[in-house]
């Protein structure tokens, strides 16, 4: 038994012909709707991945213009020190290799 004969004498022929296409035309833009959230959840996923490569990148730019201010900073360290025993300031000396311990330990080259 058809569920729908019950209103089949409520209905002509042309509304259930819109009724048809009413129903088509909903199916077809939620078919379209799924299409177009896929795309979007993609897209998202596309830019996700470019921001955590994005900030991969920053992360070892940083890293590498720390490491070379440490050596530049570890290598005035050096040439002070030098400068400071060839004069024969052996406290300003033990202070520089103090500076320059410090500087060592805080970048984990030692």
């Known amino acids: 038994m058809n569920i729908f004969l019950a209103f089949d004498s409520f209905l002509s022929d042309g509304w259930r012909d819109v009724i048809t296409v009413a129903g088509l035309v909903a199916t077809f833009l939620t078919i379209l709707a799924f299409v177009l959230a896929v795309y979007q959840i993609r897209k998202t996923q596309s830019a996700a991945e470019a921001a955590t490569r994005a900030e991969k990148d920053a ?5 590498n213009q720390y490491h070379r201010f440490s050596a530049n900073n570890a290598h005035h360290l050096v040439r ?4 400071d025993v060839h004069k024969q300031q052996w406290d ?4 520089q290799l103090s500076f320059l311990a410090d500087q060592i330990s ?3 080259w030692g």
């Open 92 to 95: 300003m000396a033990a202070l």
């Open 106 to 108: 805080s970048t984990g």
């Open 80 to 83: 002070s020190v030098k400068a």
């Open 59 to 63: 992360l070892n730019e940083v890293q």
